[in-house]
């Protein structure tokens, strides 16, 4: 059986949720906030990141982001939107809430160093390079999962090759009808963290406005030193 989709298609997507308008109330302000109690780091992949990294970028200092994901289109959309290097009105509110000026956007659309097309949940279709990041991240992707097994296992396998000292941050939009989409719960991450190693930091479950998307969970977990 395969995943859920994604609940619309590049450009749509590109537009309703990353465009002009802040959402506050849907849990952006959040995960930027969660983001910007990682320490600089230098290497960056972010699984499933549709056309969205430089958003959650405004919160980081990475020097070399990698972004993977099944849509070539995204990534295109992604890779223009950096060279471009014009925050949207959406990246600006989230350089002035993160306390950034507009050179820091243009220093993390330079950090786009790779963009990859792959499937991140099926076994064996990821090189570890990819996954050998100081920080590794999802939004949106870990919660199209089938089931709690399928979760568990994809979140063992992404994150086997952190290495130590390794950030993991990510968020999970609970879709009003998630018909086909993993049910999560604290003890879904708490074991799916601790079977992958990592020191579960952080954890909450965020109401959210979007009638669509009325929860959102958002995690911070780190490898710690053997
Ligand atoms: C809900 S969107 C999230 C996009 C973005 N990360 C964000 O912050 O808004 C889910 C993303 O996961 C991608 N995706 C879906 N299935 C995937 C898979 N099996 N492997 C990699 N990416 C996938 C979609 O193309 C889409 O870009």
Redesign the pocket.
């Known amino acids: 059986m395969s ?1 859920p ?3 619309l298609d ?1 450009v749509p ?1 590109w537009d309703t ?2 465009g002009n308008t802040f959402r506050f109330g849907q849990a952006t302000e959040h995960i930027l906030d969660l983001l910007s109690q990682v320490p600089p780091v230098p290497t960056w992949t ?8 430089l ?2 970028a405004t919160a980081l200092d990475t020097r070399d982001l990698t972004a ?4 070539p289109d ?1 990534l295109a959309t992604l890779a223009v939107f950096a060279r471009t290097s014009r925050p949207r009105g959406v990246h600006q509110v989230a350089l002035a809430l993160c306390g950034r000026g507009p050179e820091h956007f243009t220093d993390r659309c330079r950090s786009l160093t790779a963009t990859l097309v ?5 076994p064996g ?1 990821l090189p570890t390079w990819a996954l050998r990041a100081d920080l590794l991240t ?4 870990l ?2 999962c089938r089931d709690p097994l399928h979760f568990t296992d994809t979140f063992v396998r992404l994150h086997a090759h952190l290495p130590e000292n390794g950030w993991a941050v990510g ?1 999970n ?1 609970v879709a009003a009808d998630s018909t086909g989409r993993v049910h999560l719960t604290h003890q879904t991450y708490r074991h799916a963290a601790r079977r992958a190693g990592l020191h579960l930091l952080h954890l909450d479950r965020i109401p959210s406005t979007d009638p669509q998307f009325p929860l959102v969970w958002t995690y911070l977990a780190r490898r710690m030193p053997r």
């Open positions: 995943a989709r994604t609940v590049a997507y949720y990353y972010d699984l499933g990141a549709g056309s969205e990294s958003l959650w993977v994901d099944t849509d995204r792959a499937d991140c949940l099926s279709r999802q939004f949106g992707l919660g199209l968020a939009w």
